[in-house]
């Protein structure tokens, strides 16, 4: 499976933006996703994941009540809804497709992860 993220961008504080990840190749509706970042010089780190349904979710307690993990399953999507966006949220982020078929759980590691996309870049402005 193949995957482009999109809707990065340079935004003020305070700001929203809406990052959207397309699959293909292949369904992913019966795998979770997740979405990660990266900021330089750091590592990689969870930020939303969502399972197979949707049903349930996870975020990182740096992002819980901000951000909103989504997905479509007719249009192979899962998208990360960032409201009241810090300095701090500046990062490359990626999405990711999960391991397992029809895991209840949204994961959180890494590991739990096998494909992923090549990132779109966010930065926050004081």
């Known amino acids: 499976v193949q995957l482009q993220a999109s809707g990065g961008g340079l935004v003020q504080a305070g700001r929203s933006l809406r990052l959207s990840c397309r699959a293909s190749?292949?369904?992913?509706?019966?795998?979770?996703m997740g979405w990660f970042r990266q900021a330089p010089g750091k590592e990689r780190e969870f930020v939303a994941s969502?399972?197979?349904?949707?049903?349930?979710?996870k975020y990182a307690d740096s992002v819980k009540g901000r951000f909103t993990i989504s997905r479509d399953n007719r249009k192979n999507t899962v998208d990360l809804q960032m409201n009241s966006l810090k300095p701090e949220d500046t990062a490359d982020y990626y999405c990711?497709?999960?391991?397992?078929?029809?895991?209840?759980?949204?994961?959180?590691?890494?590991?739990?992860?096998?494909?992923w996309g090549q990132g779109t870049q966010v930065t926050v402005s004081s």
């Open positions: 990711a497709v999960g391991r397992i078929i029809y895991d209840l759980l949204p994961r959180t590691g890494a590991a739990d992860f096998d494909s």
């Open positions: 190749g292949r369904s992913v509706g019966g795998l979770g």
């Open positions: 969502i399972n197979w349904s949707g049903g349930n979710t």
